[in-house]
């Protein structure tokens, strides 16, 4: 039931790409394909942009992308704007029952 | 409109007990798994445990087993965290969540702060 891992921080200036990766184990991120992203603005509650590692909900734009491979996860926000600047949290499904967050990363937009 | 609405929290010694219970409405609540989520202050998220739709299974992170209890009741569309011998790690926002893999409607969260 360890945290996923993922960077700290990331940043990028208007118009450029990002990714943020989420690494986990064969027991979370490797065995399910049950991971989603988070945009978190603090005081808020998250909202979720990527569900079942690549799928967008309904009103997310298409800058936001998810994919998998292995053991890591990886949140691409093409087309950065200012707007974008959040907390992103990656979650996964385990074996355990319950789902396991990331640690979450700053993303700033310089 | 689902919404999710939690109580319960507020401050309580080390050792003391509290029940968090969050109100469903907008969605058929027993035909969903629901879990309760939390975050520390200055830390990520973290889920703590889970239920399933009819109350049969459940599921608890390591940390808070034989402490922290789960439990819901589709009569009133309620799902209930009964807290026990509570840490001061366990001071966080308790966020009432929809979902088991995925969630995307959270609760507004209630603060339970453990402290002496």
């Known amino acids: 039931q360890s945290a996923l891992t993922q960077p700290a921080s990331v940043s990028g200036s208007p118009g450029q790409s990002i990714t943020i990766s989420c690494t986990g184990t064969?027991?979370?991120?490797?065995?399910?394909?049950?991971v989603s992203w988070y945009q978190h603005h603090p005081g808020k509650a998250p909202k979720l942009m990527i569900y079942?590692?690549?799928n967008r909900p309904s009103g997310v734009p298409d800058r936001f992308s998810g994919s998998k491979s292995g053991n890591t996860a990886s949140l691409t926000i093409s087309g950065l704007q200012a707007e974008d600047e959040a907390d992103y949290y990656c979650?996964?499904?385990?074996?355990?029952?319950?789902?396991?967050f990331g640690g979450g990363t700053k993303l700033t937009v310089l | 409109e689902v919404q999710l609405v939690e109580s319960g929290g507020g401050l309580v010694q080390p050792g003391g007990s509290l029940r968090l219970s969050c109100a469903a409405s907008?969605?058929?609540?027993?035909?969903?798994?629901m879990s309760w989520v939390r975050q520390a202050p200055g830390k990520g998220l973290e889920c703590v445990a889970n239920?399933?739709?009819?109350?049969?299974?459940?599921y608890y992170v390591d940390s808070v087993k034989g402490r922290l209890t789960i439990s819901r009741d589709n009569a009133k569309n309620s799902l209930y965290l009964q807290m026990n011998s509570l840490r001061a790690e366990d001071t966080a926002v308790y966020y009432c969540?929809?979902?088991?893999?995925?969630?995307?409607?959270w609760g507004q969260g209630t603060l339970v702060t453990v402290s002496s």
């Open positions: 979650s996964s499904y385990t074996s355990s029952g319950l789902m396991v």
């Open positions: 064969s027991s979370d991120v490797g065995a399910y394909n049950y």
């Open positions: 969540v929809r979902g088991r893999t995925r969630v995307v409607y």
């Open positions: 079942d590692v690549s």
């Open positions: 907008g969605f058929t609540f027993s035909t969903y798994w």
């Open positions: 239920i399933r739709e009819d109350g049969s299974e459940k």
